[in-house]
């Protein structure tokens, strides 16, 4: 059996976006031996994503700059967690290899994920969610000249559009589900935050309607139209694209993996990982930071990674100093959830015949009469497919009020080899 490395840290930062960054500049002074990894090629997270198509604002540079200038810092990028064989231990893999590392500390910066949820003709080739999109046209997917509808809910649509509209797409209707009051509210309480007033200008689009919901989408091979609720009259629009995203949920699997304990549900049933004042999680020597304790946006990531990375080395007086910024940008997050509550009618988007579970081909109508979760896996394949519910589950949780079960190894694709090695303990000791 292949011998599997053992290494060991001090602090271990899972999550290299802005709440993981800056947590990670924050303990280094501390002197600490900090490993940060992530999933992706580089550090940046969500909203600093790199790739053929993306320019990185100075910001992103700057943090990368920062964690590249301690030397007790080291980036582990393109790096998956994939169980938690012991207390004080995760398995990673990456490219090459698998591997156990251990740590005294750990600060969970996971993130968040798009809501996605299924309407007629989710499944066409050419739909995707508005922050898949992003992703895609960043890493290179070209869209120039392409007619595009956004539609779901919050300012990541805008954001979405803008990153379109900069790859030379043509953004036909932007489709904001929250109503006209909404999301005039919203705009009126954006001066106490003065950037994202700015930013909200700089993203202001003539095709941006409020009180508008998918119904469906049309095509054969690939998607053709879309029909629109709009302020209650429907409209179809041609186009060659559809982004639709309906908000954020925290990414809370390895924490609940490890036992942390998490809030209760949000006004669309998601939940995040709980944590106080000093962004302790319910266990001790666990932190948590950013979007995974509830979407927020990255100003409020930032400063609540710094609070973590501070308090996680001890460094109480530092921590504190930062609890004005972050309560700053917690004013901002309830008024965000306040503001694109997704409303009711949105629960009434898939059809009896709608994929709910697109990787195991579940109707609507097949899960209406289940209890649960564990009924809708055991008895109609739901969440059972490649995307081991991630999708699915989060649609179902919505849609029907469903918990979702306890995550269970692996959290992600593995290979072999490296499940061989956790199983073989042959350790190698490596610092
Ligand atoms: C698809 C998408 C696009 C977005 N685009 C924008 C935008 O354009 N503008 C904007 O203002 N906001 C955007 N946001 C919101 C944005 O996520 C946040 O404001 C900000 O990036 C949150 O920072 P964070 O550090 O909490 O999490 P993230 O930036 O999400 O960083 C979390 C990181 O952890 C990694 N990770 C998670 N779990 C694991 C694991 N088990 N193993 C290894 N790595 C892991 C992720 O890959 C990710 O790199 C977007 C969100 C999403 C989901």
């Given at each position: 059996?292949?011998?599997?490395?053992?290494?060991?840290?001090?602090?271990?930062?899972?999550?290299?976006?802005?709440a993981?960054?800056?947590?990670?500049?924050?303990?280094?002074?501390?002197?600490?031996?900090?490993?940060?990894?992530?999933?992706?090629p580089?550090?940046?997270?969500?909203?600093?994503?790199?790739?053929p198509?993306?320019?990185?604002?100075?910001?992103?540079?700057?943090?990368?700059?920062?964690?590249?200038?301690?030397?007790?810092?080291?980036?582990?990028?393109?790096?998956?967690?994939?169980?938690?064989?012991?207390?004080?231990?995760?398995?990673l893999?990456?490219?090459?290899?698998?591997?156990?590392?251990?740590?005294?500390?750990?600060?969970?910066?996971?993130?968040?994920?798009?809501?996605?949820?299924?309407?007629?003709?989710?499944t066409?080739?050419?739909?995707?969610?508005?922050?898949?999109?992003?992703?895609?046209?960043?890493?290179?997917?070209?869209?120039?000249?392409?007619?595009?509808?956004?539609?779901?809910?919050?300012?990541?649509?805008?954001?979405?559009?803008a990153?379109?509209?900069?790859?030379?797409a043509?953004?036909?209707?932007?489709?904001?589900?929250?109503?006209?009051?909404?999301?005039?509210?919203?705009?009126a309480?954006?001066?106490?935050?003065?950037?994202?007033?700015?930013q909200?200008?700089?993203?202001?689009?003539?095709?941006?309607?409020?009180?508008?919901?998918?119904?469906?989408?049309?095509?054969?091979?690939?998607?053709?139209?879309?029909?629109?609720?709009?302020?209650?009259?429907?409209?179809?629009?041609?186009?060659?694209?559809?982004?639709c995203?309906?908000?954020?949920?925290?990414?809370?699997?390895?924490g609940r993996?490890?036992?942390?304990?998490?809030?209760?549900?949000?006004?669309?049933?998601?939940?995040?990982?709980a944590?106080?004042?000093?962004?302790?999680?319910?266990?001790?020597?666990?932190?948590?930071?950013?979007?995974?304790?509830?979407f927020?946006?990255?100003?409020?990531?930032l400063?609540?990674g710094?609070?973590?990375?501070?308090?996680?080395?001890?460094?109480?007086?530092?921590?504190?100093?930062?609890?004005?910024?972050?309560?700053?940008?917690?004013?901002?997050?309830?008024?965000?959830?306040?503001?694109?509550?997704?409303?009711?009618?949105?629960?009434?988007?898939?059809?009896?015949?709608?994929?709910?579970?697109?990787?195991?081909?579940?109707?609507?109508?097949?899960?209406?009469?289940?209890?649960?979760?564990?009924?809708?896996?055991?008895?109609?394949?739901?969440?059972?497919?490649?995307?081991?519910?991630?999708?699915c589950?989060?649609?179902?949780?919505?849609?029907?009020?469903?918990?979702?079960?306890?995550p269970?190894?692996?959290?992600?694709?593995a290979?072999?080899?490296?499940?061989?090695?956790?199983?073989?303990?042959?350790?190698?000791?490596?610092?």
């Amino acid at each position: 059996m292949t011998a599997m490395a053992l290494e060991h840290c001090d602090l271990l930062i899972v999550g290299a976006g802005p709440a993981g960054m800056a947590a990670a500049v924050a303990a280094a002074p501390s002197g600490a031996s900090i490993a940060v990894i992530d999933d992706n090629p580089a550090p940046g997270g969500q909203i600093w994503r790199d790739g053929p198509g993306a320019s990185l604002p100075a910001a992103a540079r700057k943090w990368r700059e920062a964690l590249e200038r301690h030397a007790n810092i080291r980036v582990c990028s393109g790096t998956r967690v994939v169980a938690v064989p012991a207390r004080n231990e995760l398995l990673l893999e990456d490219a090459e290899r698998g591997w156990r590392m251990q740590w005294k500390k750990l600060i969970l910066c996971t993130g968040a994920r798009e809501l996605l949820l299924p309407f007629p003709g989710w499944t066409l080739p050419g739909v995707t969610g508005a922050g898949g999109l992003q992703a895609l046209i960043k890493a290179g997917l070209p869209v120039e000249g392409e007619r595009i509808v956004i539609a779901g809910s919050g300012p990541l649509l805008l954001a979405a559009a803008a990153t379109a509209r900069a790859a030379d797409a043509k953004v036909v209707r932007i489709a904001e589900q929250a109503a006209f009051a909404a999301v005039a509210g919203f705009a009126a309480s954006l001066p106490r935050w003065p950037g994202k007033a700015v930013q909200a200008m700089t993203l202001a689009d003539p095709q941006y309607r409020t009180a508008s919901r998918i119904v469906s989408a049309q095509g054969g091979a690939q998607v053709e139209s879309v029909r629109l609720l709009q302020g209650g009259r429907g409209v179809e629009i041609d186009c060659d694209r559809i982004a639709c995203g309906f908000g954020l949920t925290p990414n809370t699997q390895l924490g609940r993996m490890l036992g942390c304990a998490l809030t209760p549900a949000d006004e669309n049933g998601a939940q995040a990982l709980a944590v106080d004042a000093r962004q302790a999680t319910s266990l001790p020597d666990i932190h948590a930071a950013g979007e995974c304790t509830g979407f927020g946006g990255s100003e409020r990531a930032l400063a609540q990674g710094t609070i973590a990375g501070y308090a996680a080395v001890g460094n109480e007086r530092d921590a504190k100093q930062h609890e004005g910024e972050r309560a700053r940008w917690d004013a901002f997050a309830a008024q965000l959830h306040r503001s694109f509550a997704l409303a009711p009618g949105i629960k009434q988007m898939p059809q009896p015949d709608t994929l709910v579970c697109r990787c195991e081909d579940v109707p609507f109508s097949a899960l209406a009469d289940c209890s649960g979760w564990t009924d809708a896996k055991l008895h109609r394949r739901c969440g059972m497919g490649a995307c081991q519910g991630r999708v699915c589950g989060d649609a179902a949780q919505f849609l029907f009020g469903w918990t979702p079960p306890a995550p269970r190894p692996p959290l992600s694709p593995a290979r072999i080899a490296t499940l061989a090695g956790l199983a073989g303990h042959a350790d190698v000791d490596r610092q």
